[in-house]
T-cell receptor, first 110, second 115 residues
Framework: GQSLEQPSEVTAVEGAIVQINCTYQTSGFYGLSWYQQHDGGAPTFLSY????GLEETGRFSSFLSRSDSYGYLLLQELQMKDSASYFC???????????FGAGTRLFVKA | DSGVTQTPKHLITATGQRVTLRCSPR?????VYWYQQSLDQGLQFLIQ???????AKGNILERFSAQQFPDLHSELNLSSLELGDSALYFCASSEAGNANTGELFFGEGSRLTVL
């Protein structure tokens, strides 16, 4: 089966850096994705890592270590609008099934 | 706008009833996914279709069924509804069944309330 663990809540101040960790267990691994979801909205794609290392997209970066079954999302220069839920997701066997973690709620304070 | 269209946006019904949720994927996307999100919960994977064929199944209840039609739109049928089925149901699409980028495009969801 597949399972993912991520912290339920993180709080940080505006302008700071925050890291949201994700560990996973999966039979077959194709990649780790990150999604952002604002209250009442649809999840939107942030990043995808299929290989080990760091991927950077603007203020957001994502890291993957396949040997440790671990990844993280790094958010820099936090803004109030970054307050949202962040989900890690794993593509498993055959690359067809994408399973999401329970989500990390990020609160950005002024 | 992701390009994925879901209808209806809101639906209120009674226990024991049956409803159908509809999803039109992005133009050109062959793969459709259905997810259930209960209040303050994560996204529970229900089922995935690729070009009309079922490709992956999650913890979808036997009371739920889905299909993808030749024009690639998909429907999720929920029957014998229970209070616990109240949730936001998301449809997502991707270019291929195992899209290399991993990106899923989500619709705005259908909020189902069972009274």
């Amino acid at each position: 089966g597949q399972s993912l663990e991520q912290p339920s809540e993180v709080t940080a101040v505006e302008g700071a850096i925050v890291q949201i960790n994700c560990t996973y267990q999966t039979s077959g691994f194709y990649g780790l994705s990150w999604y952002q979801q604002h209250d009442g909205g649809a999840p939107t794609f942030l990043s995808y890592n299929a290989l080990d290392g760091l991927e950077e997209t603007g203020r957001f970066s994502s890291f993957l270590s396949r040997s440790d079954s671990y990844g993280y999302l790094l958010l820099q220069e936090l803004q109030m609008k970054d307050s949202a839920s962040y989900f890690c997701a794993v593509k498993g066997t055959g690359g067809f099934k994408t399973i999401f973690g329970a989500g990390t709620r990020l609160f950005v304070k002024a | 706008d992701s390009g994925v269209t879901q209808t209806p946006k809101h639906l209120i019904t009674a226990t024991g009833q049956r409803v159908t949720l509809r999803c039109s994927p992005r133009s050109g996307d062959l793969s459709v996914y259905w997810y259930q999100q209960s209040l303050d919960q994560g996204l529970q994977f229900l089922i995935q279709y690729y070009n009309g064929e079922e490709r992956a199944k999650g913890n979808i209840l036997e009371r739920f069924s889905a299909q993808q039609f030749p024009d690639l739109h998909s429907e999720l049928n929920l029957s014998s509804l229970e209070l616990g089925d109240s949730a936001l149901y998301f449809c997502a699409s991707s270019e291929a069944g195992n899209a290399n980028t991993g990106e899923l495009f989500f619709g705005e969801g259908s909020r189902l309330t069972v009274l």
